[in-house]
């Protein structure tokens, strides 16, 4: 089973669908070089391939990612970079090719605690489109004898 990517004339991720492997070519109607070829034939529009198991041009299961991420509705495929990439979420955010994402022009602060280190303070960022920054939004610390994170005033 494959899944293919159905786009409209801007290259807008319009639907996806479950469709026949690559590698199964027995079974491709004469005249046609590939399923890709097929469905977007079938459909009137573009169509290509996605894999299901690849995200940030990873795979999930260890196996080769495949055109960056799996096309997603209202997504896009990039055609000089053969990849799909999610709706780019502000203006200000560059293209990342290697992981097939979109970045901020500004690395996110280091000082999240991910980790949740009951020693550090837990913080939160968003994006300010205005200001092309990172804004800190909410900051929680570790309160030993409740044993919770706390909301900062």
């Known amino acids: ?15 996806v669908i479950t469709g026949l492997d690559e590698d199964k070519t027995d079974t491709l109607p004469d005249g046609f070089s590939s399923w890709e070829e097929w469905y977007g034939n079938y ?17 999930e299961l260890d196996g080769t990612p495949f055109r960056g ?10 055609q000089t970079n053969d990849i799909f990439l999610f709706p780019k979420p502000y203006d200000s955010w560059i293209l990342d090719v ?18 949740n280190d009951t020693s550090l303070p837990t913080k939160n960022y968003e994006w300010n489109e205005e200001t092309t920054s990172w804004d800190l939004v909410s900051q929680f ?4 004898e409740t044993n919770e994170w706390e909301l900062q005033e």
């Open 1 to 15: 089973m494959a899944h293919y990517a159905l786009l409209d004339n801007n290259n807008i991720v319009t639907q």
């Open 43 to 59: 459909h009137g529009v573009t169509c290509k391939r996605t894999s299901y198991n690849t995200y940030s041009n990873v795979h």
């Open 69 to 78: 991420n799996y096309a997603s509705l209202g997504g896009t495929y990039d």
């Open 98 to 115: 290697a992981t097939a994402s979109w970045k901020a022009p500004v690395d996110i602060p280091t000082d999240l605690n991910q980790e």
């Open 141 to 144: 610390n570790y309160n030993s």
